[in-house]
């Protein structure tokens, strides 16, 4: 988890790791980011520093003495985790959180809380832990994670240290996402559409994203060799297969991606002025696609918009 969380969240790392060396550790925190940016693992990662029999001089946890093992494994007595149960946190788990954090630690006086997606607790759920974060009877750590800060109470959000856990850079992306049986494929394209992990898992699952990973390059091959058929393929295959305004936002996200594909290979082995020229024609046909963007904002009729490109990169081809 050391590994796993510094690679996935180095600024969020250094900054504890230097918490920890200089003895500032906050009793409560919040962990916010989108989910599959590392907040799990840094919770564990915290609570084996603050249970590790035998620290780091910094204050890193070894990660191989028993508390360390045994967090490492979810099997620690003394650190209790509250995940929702259906949609939400009920009452009766924040009960059970209260009756853990008015007693000590079954091993020691301390104790670790981490209540994922906290942002689904009720208000007064919320409300009655705040006299135990304002004032814990024992050693307690409390870890919130969200992955939408907006909808964590404000009076949750005023009592936490808030750490923020940036999206995710594409080749991290990519590298997480074929952890979790993304194809290689697949995953390449959802790493660069500039979503989120949970996004891009739920994007992998559905079968018109991955028709729409052969169909968007066929178009761009089309314009890529000024063939007429381009025009045409608009209204035969993408509106068809791109329905909603969010699919036709991941449509030209996908055409941007599609051309900047091309654009690469086009380079390999080419000579300087060509390369230049294909530099040229690689910006007018992405702020062709970004204008497409700004007009599908603007409520503009999807197709037309499609047409209209088609019309302006076979145009420049000429």
Known sequence: ????????????????????????????????????????????????????????????????????????????????????????????????????????????AKKVIVIESCDKMSASA??????????????????????????????????CQILHF???????????????????????????????FAAAVELSKQEWFNEARNVVPHWVKLLEKNDPQAFVYVQEKLVKLFSDRPSQEIALDLVLYALGQVFSASLTGGKAQIAKAQIAKANEQRLCILNAKNKLAANVNFQGILEQAAIEILTDHK
């Open 126 to 159: 919320a409300n009655s832990l705040l006299k135990f974060i304002e004032e814990p009877l024992f050693e307690v750590l409390i870890v919130f994670e969200t992955d939408h800060l907006a909808q964590v109470l404000p009076t949750i959000r005023s009592r």
């Open 1 to 108: 988890m050391n590994e796993e969380f510094a690679a996935l969240q180095p600024a969020v790392f250094r900054q504890l790791k230097n918490t920890l060396k200089h003895q500032r550790l906050s009793h409560a925190y919040l962990f916010e980011g989108d989910a599959g940016t590392g907040k799990r693992a840094a919770a564990q990662w915290l609570a084996q520093a603050f249970l590790c029999l035998d620290p780091q001089p910094d204050g890193s946890p070894c990660g191989v003495c028993a508390n360390c093992r045994r967090i490492a494994a979810g099997e620690h007595p003394d650190v209790q985790t509250v995940a929702p149960s259906g949609l939400s946190i009920k009452v009766e788990q924040i009960r059970q959180v209260k009756r853990e954090l008015s007693k000590a630690g079954m091993e020691s």
């Open 166 to 196: 940036l999206p995710l850079a594409p080749a991290k992306l990519e590298a997480r996402l074929v952890k979790e049986d993304v194809s290689p494929e697949a995953a390449r394209v959802l790493a660069h559409l500039g979503v989120s």
